[in-house]
């Protein structure tokens, strides 16, 4: 079945800076991917994704890229600010079972004032 | 419009003791699913249902049962409650790919 590996598993950035998290899969077949953030305390949120006939896509400050032949995309976070830290959680659904979603296993992001 | 509602919210067992979680979606999604959430471990997934009567095992079914006999309601069942089971579990619900989680149950197992 589908695995995914997510690196780091935390990150501390000064506030400002960009924030890079990146994540691996295992099912060439996988066609969706998407990133979650879970503030302290509460439940994993949506925040961008992207399908696999999209190598990039921006929303504002976070943007996403796909490298298919290499099965691995990214988070990236620019200028970043104290709200942004949390746990980020990359997400891919599985080919061979449309409706899986196989979750990596996190990054806590800290951003330093 | 509530979204997903986890009941309950917090739940104390005892090994061996049975209990059953209780997910809610007034979204009208066809897909449902269950995750614990363990530290340094992500949400790895339990069981889930791609409709109405329909359930499939997920990464780690082994001591849980799952039913959805109505679509709005995803059950999780514990029958033999163990220390391992010790979790956050999250409900979630999916249109489009999109997740739409509930707000956890924390269960502790002693």
């Known amino acids: 079945g589908e695995n995914v590996e997510q690196h780091p598993s935390t990150l501390s950035v000064q506030e400002g800076d960009s924030a890079v998290i990146k994540c691996t899969y295992s099912d060439s077949a996988s066609n969706y991917f998407p990133w979650y953030k879970q503030e302290l305390g509460k439940r994993p949120q949506l925040i961008i994704d992207i399908r696999s006939n999209v190598g990039e896509k921006k929303d504002q400050r976070i943007a996403v890229t796909l490298n298919k032949t290499a099965k691995h995309f990214s988070l990236h976070i620019t200028e970043t600010q104290p709200e942004d830290s949390a746990v980020y959680f990359c997400a891919a659904k599985a080919g061979s079972s449309a409706s899986k979603i196989i979750f990596g296993s996190g990054t806590r992001l800290s951003i330093r004032p | 419009n509530a979204g997903v509602t986890q009941t309950p919210k917090f739940r104390v067992l005892k090994t061996g003791q049975s209990m059953t979680l209780l997910c809610a979606q007034d979204?009208?999604?066809?897909?449902m699913y269950w995750y614990r959430q363990d530290p340094g471990m992500g949400l790895r997934l339990i069981h889930y249902s791609v409709g109405e009567g329909t359930t499939a095992k997920g990464e780690v079914p082994d001591g849980y049962n799952v039913s959805r006999l109505k679509k709005q309601n995803f059950l999780l069942g514990l029958e033999s409650a163990a220390p391992s089971q010790t979790s956050v579990y999250f409900c979630?619900?999916?249109?489009?790919?999109?997740?739409?989680f509930g707000q956890g149950t924390r269960l502790t197992v002693v």
């Open positions: 979630a619900s999916s249109y489009d790919d999109k997740a739409f």
């Open positions: 979204m009208n999604h066809e897909y």
